[in-house]
């Protein structure tokens, strides 16, 4: 056993309202710079959609993630390193600008400048890439809220085999939000697929980042992430991606994402994990089993067993109580609430989901039927507007009892709480039917429904004795400059913009977006 520390996000999608603010701050916090223009490290998908960029989960197509071979080995969808170093100048299975969306500008002068006339001056858009004159027809939200779900949503690679099920009318018509980052993998295919090195794994807290030194702009990664959530900066020609903000985990600060985040739908937490599981969890020959093996790979800390492995590992003691009061851990191994997306990639993703849970409680009162009898929930359950089948093609390579037995879980804490605070009364039938102590019962719920900030990020700060020297300069990230990383220019005090951090024993520096100051050594 080889215990590893992750940083690890659950998302609670019953409290995603889709108003994007996660995106936004991420937004001009990571990419508000030239040559990141159509970049969003952080964005909010309806569901059903086609995504950004389009079709991203059609691994027919995009050949992302992991399969297995003949003998039940790992292998990249993308092909081996023959097939990678024959498309290494014509990559087949990289997205198209068209495939995220072309970003546009307005003219806005010409509202300013125009001479007077009869009629009002119109700023028309133009392309943030070329500066020309363009139409607008695609946006990293263009799905917003079903918007144009007729024409688009059909082409959702989860909708392939219910297309006769699932009718696009409006009485009938489900949705939900689904926001996404880099899942900063346990498996990343995008690490394996890097010809250079650039991509790696912090072994301090499994955050996936590129080193902007190594990147040399082949590409590989982007085909070889079946998230598509590795990005080219157009300008320099060099790959980016989600940083899980690290430089904030550091300071045991939670990500950008999540401290704006108004329906507070996120938590951060330490996961522990037995590395030397990760090969055989992922190599598990049946889909539907991959939840589990992932599950089992993680480790638990109140183990005296799992302490001590962590300690010899260097682990320090205060990670280690982090690690048994995370939400993360609570939810996905304790509650057993949260699910992975996509698990069929064979990633082992560490962002998870609660899956969105429609007014079931509405939906039995409707039916005569009683809240606090779990049969009536069940058969509820079953007959929801948002159809299982989806949500398990999301959240369990289709395993469609998994995510029946969640909800009926998270169906049965609204009854519970429901009546006690009606009448007081205690539902022993709910109780019994998931197999929870009212005790458990009460503490799922705080945590999902009024957990306090303390409560929902459990991060704890990096030790300086395993960090990188920092920088004697205590500079900071210029990201909307044009002399932001990655551009070649410098700041005022003749550097280019940069952070250093990163606890690495190899002495490599934990570099993400930044990069050294050119002459200088850190």
Known sequence: MRVMAQVAMVMNLDKCIGCHTCSVTCKQTWTNREGTEYVWFNNVETKPGVGYPKRYEDQ????????????????????????????????????????????????????????????????????????????????????DDLGGAPEHAPADPNLAAMTEKVRFEFERTFMFHLPRICEHCLNPACVSACPSGAMYKRAEDGVVLVDQ??????????????????Y???????????????????????TVCA?????????????????????????????????DAQRAAFLDPDDPDVRAAALAEGIPEDWLDAARRSPVHRLISHYQVALPLHPEYRTLPMVWYIPPLSPVL???SEQDGDPADPDDVFHAIRGLRIPLEYLANLFTAGDTEVVAGVLMKLAAMRGYMRARSLDGSVSTELL????????EMEEMYRLLAIAKYEDRYVIPAAHRENAAALSSQGMGCGLDSDGGPGMGGEDLQGFQDFHLTGARSDGRIGLSLFVKPRGRTS
């Open 232 to 254: 080219v900066n157009h300008r320099t020609g060099k790959a980016e991606k989600c940083t899980f903000c690290f430089p904030r985990l550091e300071a045991g600060q939670p």
């Open 362 to 364: 509405d939906a039995v």
């Open 432 to 439: 019994t039917a998931t197999g929870m102590s009212a005790a």
């Open 213 to 230: 030194n190594r990147c040399r702009g082949w590409r590989m990664c982007v085909s070889a992430c079946p998230y598509k959530k590795v």
């Open 60 to 143: 027919d197509r995009w050949r992302g993630g992991w399969e297995l071979d003949r003998r039940g080995r790992l292998k990249l969808r993308s092909g081996g390193r023959v097939r990678r170093l024959l498309n290494l100048f014509a990559n087949p299975d990289l997205p198209a600008l068209d495939d995220y969306y072309e970003p546009a500008s307005y003219d806005y002068d010409t509202l300013i400048t125009a001479p007077a006339g009869t009629h009002t001056p119109v700023a028309r858009p133009k392309s943030a890439i070329t500066g020309e004159d363009m139409a607008i027809t695609w946006g990293a939200n263009w799905e």
């Open 259 to 291: 401290e704006t985040c108004p329906g507070r739908l996120r938590y951060l937490g330490l996961v522990l994990y037995d590395a030397d599981a990760v090969l055989a969890a992922a190599s598990t020959p049946d889909p539907t089993d991959l939840l």
